[in-house]
């Protein structure tokens, strides 16, 4: 297993040419392949014109090395390279670039390969077998946002601005809102902006990445009318908690506990009516039916006086295809989507944030880490389904060191060419 885990894609290892042409992630080149990346510099039109110490595939590599390691960009760079076990038989041809050439590499290379790079690669893994990651027919998914400090530039600080009345965040930041499978906590989605754009606001590009086979789950924050209407649109069952200000007056109540209701976006004396199920566009619609489901949680497990009111509204109308309690159940695996953040944030990132200066390349570095994460959780995920446990079960820390140990492992990033024997 530990060999084929360690395959390096699209590479002739008959064939060594120059050091840089294997400068790759080990591990993660399962996932993330040097032919797709060679796709994505093409389509994108970012491949280098003139033959360069640093190729415009190495810096795509380089770049999410930057989500694995926190140190500086040389060490950074020399952990690819060092760990390659025919690294000193091309030590002659191949010095370790400044930082202020791999900063240019950087920006040569711009934002836009690395989220089309995102995009191609990161899709839901978990299988139809995969522990916690399904309620009946639907794939359990989560919407939520995350905030992540960038450095005090007067560009970012333009661009992404900063809470004034926040004495704790004194940097910049970035939001984020991303839709990832809630058992696997594997980000399929993202869309970065600034603090100056609302998680609906940020929503509205990932509807797109949203099926009919998936469930939605989604915090208060994400509710409006126009929101929860443009979601339908996907055919994808929607869960979401909604705050105790949303009018859902009681139309029927249901055997489950749960009641049917329905939400508008006319004021309480209008006379304009036009229901769902009369247009063929739900945009159209002013009065929408939902069903409620209301549920109390003991927020405090040593005094039962303690407790918290979840209010849940769904698409599914029909207790049969879900019941109450299934419902209640689908919408605390979103949980796994803060989980996911917390592994950028802390595990990745050790709590340092993006260390990009220029908001172009803030967003390099965002897809970067996002790409990162998803080829760790994609990796984990097939790892768990091979002796069939939750992916849950399986530590992300400790799978983590071992990708940066692999990295940096001579056995774990390439094979020497016969020719080419280690120097005793």
């Not at 049917?260 to 009369?278: F, G, H, M, V, Y």
């Amino acid at each position: 297993m530990t060999n084929q885990f360690n395959i390096i894609g699209g590479m002739d290892t008959g064939n060594p040419g120059k050091l840089t042409d294997h400068v790759t992630l080990g591990t993660l080149t399962r996932t993330i392949p040097r032919f797709i990346v060679d796709e994505v510099l093409t389509e994108t039109q970012s491949r280098e014109k003139r033959s360069r110490a640093l190729p415009a595939h190495v810096v795509v590599y380089f770049v999410l090395a930057l989500a694995l390691f926190t140190d500086g960009y040389e060490e950074v760079i020399r952990k690819l390279v060092n760990g390659l076990r025919f690294a000193r038989v091309w030590s002659g041809e191949w010095n370790v670039p400044t930082t202020s050439a791999l900063s240019q590499a950087r920006k040569r290379l711009g934002a836009e390969p690395i989220k089309v790079l995102f995009e191609r690669v990161a899709v839901p893994v978990a299988k139809p077998g995969t522990p916690g990651a399904w309620i009946r027919d639907w794939r359990v998914m989560a919407l939520d946002g995350v905030m992540i400090d960038v450095p005090d530039t007067p560009e970012n600080l333009q661009y992404y601005g900063k809470p004034e009345d926040d004495t704790r965040r004194p940097f910049p930041q970035t939001r984020t809102v991303g839709l990832a499978e809630a058992g696997t906590r594997a980000i399929i989605a993202v869309h970065p902006g600034t603090i100056y754009q609302g998680e609906r606001e940020l929503t509205q590009p990932l509807i797109s990445s949203l099926t009919p086979e998936m469930l939605i789950t989604a915090d208060r924050g994400f509710f409006s009318f126009e929101m929860w209407r443009d979601c339908l649109t996907s055919g994808a069952a929607l869960v979401w908690r909604v705050s105790s200000t949303v009018g859902l007056p009681v139309l029927q109540v249901l055997p489950d506990g749960s009641y049917l209701s329905e939400i508008t976006n006319q004021p309480a004396r209008s006379r304009t009516r036009i229901p769902l199920d009369k247009v063929a566009d739900p945009r159209l619609a002013t009065h929408i039916p939902v069903r409620v489901v209301e549920y109390q949680v003991q927020t405090d497990p040593t005094d039962e006086t303690t407790s918290e009111t979840f209010r849940i509204i769904t698409n599914i109308l029909d207790p049969d295809e879900l019941h109450a309690t299934e419902i209640a159940q689908a919408y605390h695996e979103r949980w796994n989507m803060e989980s996911a953040f917390r592994e950028i944030e802390t595990y990745l990132r050790l709590g340092k944030g993006i260390r990009s200066k220029t908001p172009e390349m803030v967003r390099q570095e965002l897809y970067g880490l996002f790409l990162a994460h998803y080829a760790i959780r994609s990796f984990m995920a097939e790892a768990a389904d091979t002796v069939d446990i939750d992916p849950d079960r399986i530590s992300f820390t400790r799978t983590l060191h071992i990708i940066r140990r692999r990295i940096t492992d001579p056995a774990g990033l390439s094979p020497l060419h016969p020719k080419n024997p280690p120097p005793a």
